[in-house]
């Protein structure tokens, strides 16, 4: 084996790959990274076992082989390298390396002890933008389940249907939904759970020259294509709750906020919660809404902020971090919020847009 | 007691002094910051008992009085209020706050219990520019021993004499002095060792308003006075060790290196240390220096730069971490690097410049 590249296509591919493998007791290999020397370039891999990834790099390939080297190390290595031509070939297990006076050998581990990455083959396919696809992951992953008590929605819930894609996530205190539109040819409709790890991943991934993602899908696993990157991931088995039923259809009340004041005032009142105790009281009238805690170790705070009230006055409790985390995502000046009343769920929209909800349980008095 | 001032004044003085107040379980007192309205403003104080710091803020006194208030609550929730006029009232041990359409009710204790921070009140005075200090600081300080049983030398000696302020630190396997100009009117000598902890406070502390900074001596305390900020800490007893003798006399190498290639090439040799040792070997000879570790577990390593020598060649073996501490805090292009034999100190100096330099013990093979 005996291969060329820059400096720097080699530092991207292991930027994207290295951080997926990490240091295992039990299979050591999983630290390494796959490198296979072929006609189309240098394939970097790396696995988790449950997230797979490559990168395709450009070079001049002597002589067709692989191998695989400890990630971290191979992946600081080249950081550290001046942006020149560097040249590796494998002797005995060990890959040489040169790159003007620095010479360098790494050992290696046999890459046929290297476990497969699965290749989904199949005709579910889906095009969407990268923009829609951030924005629909970031404005949900945040609100899943880390209990592994209930695996099926410490995922997000991905649907494909007609021309949307949509990314539901909960952790049953609160709810957020984003649509993301397909393009291309749509295909049949399909759901999944996908883990949050591997939305975590794609994010990371994601690079401002990919304008598209593909996505493909069988039974147990889902692989997204990104221009010459490739991730493949397990998917959650278990069934979805049925999340619809709890979304309120009609209100009572609705005001229109502006975030940068709602969210200064409840952080005010947040600092003034019992520890351990996230209740803040939401009073919303004709003009104004009232925003109150009471602890009576520390103090106590009441903040007025103005709105735009329709419908009936109204009063509801809430857990202060689910309403901060639903207004940090999102995209607008204003929140519309829609009360029923003190024991139905509250409805956040971002005001005026459409294709992303966000529901929170009330804490009931 | 009732005063009123901007929140931008405000802001600004509990981000100064609250840094210090921490929860202690034994005195909860010292978790709160001391506000006393007096003819001259809001003066802030907060004190871990080995560290007092106290910062004197504008406002408009209507009543003079004193409490204190747990300071993170407290600096938290002037944070989050807009750049407005504040009025506080205080009330049965209670502070209640008034800005716009916030009103606020914080519990105090009384002031009475608040620790005395003392004043140094002595005719030892020494004047330096903030910017000199700085980076007389920043450039001595890391390299003190964090090791209780030596006391002396886990903070900086410092020594006042002639025209100069001269900051010392070491661990004792590597030594680094500062050199700082004294301006004003010089005062006799005096030396004291001050805790790290303290001059990590001033550096944070350091505005770019101050232009200079006045330090005051006593036996047991030093004083600094930055315009209204007062910070007075506790020194360490004990002998500083007679530091002057390991500064190597002489040498018969001297290498000029670029600072920039010679810490990717340390920081590259340093990926294949075996874990738990630093050691990479540093070749001086000509016109270049090779730098090389082998670590059979992973793989080896040998880089080659250009450097500048005068005098014999050398060989030497360093702790890699020691070397890039002292690189990292030359502030120059290029560093000299001066060595007698493989059992002497090395000598690290800014080439061309005049006032710092750094000592590394070497690593005998």
């Given at each position: 084996?005996?291969?060329?590249?820059?400096?720097?296509?080699?530092?991207?591919?292991?930027?994207?790959?290295?951080?997926?493998?990490?240091?295992?007791?039990?299979?050591?290999?999983?630290?390494?990274?796959?490198?296979?020397?072929?006609?189309?370039?240098?394939?970097?891999?790396?696995?988790?076992?449950?997230?797979?990834?490559?990168?395709?790099?450009?070079?001049?390939?002597?002589?067709?082989?692989?191998?695989?080297?400890?990630?971290?190390?191979?992946?600081?290595?080249?950081?550290?390298?001046?942006?020149?031509?560097?040249?590796?070939?494998?002797?005995?297990?060990?890959?040489?390396?040169?790159?003007?006076?620095?010479?360098t050998?790494?050992?290696?581990?046999?890459?046929?002890?290297?476990?497969?990455?699965?290749?989904?083959?199949?005709?579910?396919?889906?095009?969407?933008?990268?923009?829609?696809?951030?924005?629909?992951?970031?404005?949900?992953a945040?609100?899943?389940?880390?209990?592994?008590?209930?695996?099926?929605?410490?995922?997000?819930?991905?649907?494909?249907?007609?021309?949307?894609?949509?990314?539901?996530?909960?952790d049953?205190?609160r709810?957020?939904?984003?649509?993301?539109?397909?393009?291309?040819?749509?295909?049949?409709?399909?759901?999944?759970?996908?883990?949050?790890?591997?939305?975590?991943?794609i994010?990371?991934?994601?690079?401002?020259?990919?304008?598209?993602?593909?996505?493909?899908?069988?039974?147990?696993?889902?692989?997204?294509?990104?221009?010459?990157?490739?991730?493949?991931?397990?998917?959650?088995?278990?069934?979805?709750?049925?999340?619809?039923?709890?979304?309120?259809?009609?209100?009572?009340?609705?005001?229109?906020?502006?975030?940068?004041?709602?969210?200064?005032?409840?952080?005010?009142?947040?600092?003034?919660?019992?520890?351990?105790?996230?209740?803040?009281?939401?009073?919303?009238?004709?003009?104004?809404?009232?925003?109150?805690?009471?602890?009576?170790q520390?103090?106590?705070?009441?903040?007025?902020?103005?709105?735009?009230?329709?419908?009936?006055?109204?009063?509801?409790?809430?857990?202060?971090?689910?309403?901060?985390?639903?207004?940090?995502?999102?995209?607008?000046?204003?929140?519309?919020?829609r009360?029923?009343?003190?024991?139905?769920?509250?409805?956040?929209?971002?005001?005026?847009?459409?294709?992303?909800?966000?529901?929170?349980?009330?804490?009931?008095?």
């Amino acid at each position: 084996m005996k291969f060329s590249c820059t400096q720097e296509n080699l530092n991207r591919g292991l930027a994207i790959v290295s951080h997926i493998a990490n240091k295992n007791a039990n299979l050591p290999i999983l630290g390494n990274v796959l490198l296979e020397a072929g006609k189309a370039g240098i394939r970097l891999s790396a696995t988790n076992l449950e997230i797979g990834i490559s990168c395709l790099v450009r070079g001049k390939i002597d002589e067709v082989g692989k191998i695989t080297i400890p990630a971290r190390l191979f992946a600081d290595y080249i950081n550290l390298l001046p942006n020149e031509k560097i040249d590796f070939i494998v002797k005995d297990q060990e890959l040489e390396v040169a790159c003007q006076k620095s010479h360098t050998k790494i050992k290696g581990l046999a890459a046929d002890e290297f476990p497969v990455i699965p290749k989904v083959d199949s005709k579910k396919t889906y095009q969407l933008t990268t923009k829609d696809v951030k924005k629909a992951i970031s404005s949900t992953a945040f609100a899943v389940a880390f209990d592994e008590s209930r695996p099926e929605i410490s995922g997000v819930y991905t649907i494909f249907k007609e021309e949307k894609a949509t990314l539901v996530a909960t952790d049953s205190y609160r709810l957020a939904e984003a649509k993301a539109d397909l393009i291309g040819d749509k295909k049949g409709e399909e759901s999944v759970i996908v883990p949050v790890r591997t939305y975590q991943e794609i994010i990371r991934i994601l690079e401002e020259e990919n304008e598209s993602i593909e996505v493909n899908l069988n039974e147990n696993q889902i692989q997204f294509t990104l221009g010459d990157i490739e991730l493949v991931s397990r998917v959650i088995d278990g069934q979805y709750p049925d999340y619809t039923q709890i979304i309120p259809a009609e209100h009572r009340t609705k005001a229109v906020i502006n975030i940068a004041d709602f969210t200064k005032a409840i952080k005010t009142a947040a600092l003034f919660c019992k520890s351990g105790i996230n209740d803040i009281d939401l009073k919303l009238d004709k003009e104004k809404a009232t925003i109150t805690t009471s602890n009576t170790q520390v103090g106590e705070n009441e903040s007025e902020i103005e709105i735009n009230l329709e419908g009936e006055p109204n009063q509801i409790v809430f857990n202060y971090r689910y309403l901060l985390d639903g207004l940090a995502n999102i995209d607008s000046e204003e929140v519309e919020l829609r009360l029923v009343d003190s024991v139905n769920p509250g409805l956040l929209l971002p005001a005026g847009q459409e294709g992303y909800f966000y529901i929170i349980m009330p804490i009931k008095q």
